[in-house]
Structure formats: C-alpha cells, structure tokens
C-alpha cells in the first residue's frame, strides 16, 4: 500500500530553518508530482510547494523565497527546506502524492516561535 514517512519538524526561533523529509513507498515516484501542504489551528488545509514528476516547482506566494522544494527519485524523497521561518509557518506539514490523491502522510509538527 501507498505510505509517505515525513519527518523533520520541530521548534525554531523566527529566522531560523529547518528541512521536512517526505519517503514515499507503494507508489511509482518518479512518475508523481509531490505536493507540501500544511494546516495552522483554525484553518483550512493549504497548499504550501509542488514539485511535478520533471522537478518542476510552484510555491504559494507567502513562501517563495524562503522555501525550497526538491525531489531525488532515486531516493523517493521528497524535501521542504524552509529558511527564515516566521510564526505564521506554525503548522502541521503533510506531503501528498499530485494534488487530488487521497495519499497523505502523517503530518510533521513545524512551530515558531520566540
């Protein structure tokens, strides 16, 4: 069965980075887009970077710049750097396979915070 592992949250100061790793299994990765989505309390899910199946990325206005998605298909890897993180990145981060599958992973906790 499909599963993504996601890992890499945690708690940082304002400015300060981390990287999410998403492993995808039961799936033909390299054939896949692979999205980063997060959910902040009280909000709708969102999407945060895409990266398509040629490593192609799109990112949602409010991180371009400051966040960098890439893939290794020899890894089936999927990652999210994320430098000088804000408090309003605070959320629960999930990757998904493409963007209308119903494969999520987990989730990983990134919290900003002072």
């Known amino acids: 069965q499909v599963q993504l592992v996601e890992s890499g949250g945690g708690s940082v100061q304002p400015g300060g980075s981390l990287r999410l790793s998403c492993v995808a299994s039961g799936i033909t990765f390299s054939a896949n887009s692979m999205g980063w989505y997060r959910q902040a309390p009280g909000k709708q899910r969102e999407l945060v970077a895409r990266i398509t199946s040629g490593g192609s990325p799109n990112y949602v206005d409010s991180v371009k710049g400051r966040f960098t998605i890439s893939r290794d298909n020899a890894k089936n890897t999927v990652w999210l750097q994320m430098n000088s993180l804000k408090p309003e990145d605070t959320a629960v981060y999930y990757c998904?396979?493409?963007?209308?599958?119903?494969?999520w992973g987990q989730g990983t906790q990134v919290t900003v915070s002072s």
């Open positions: 998904r396979v493409g963007l209308n599958s119903d494969f």
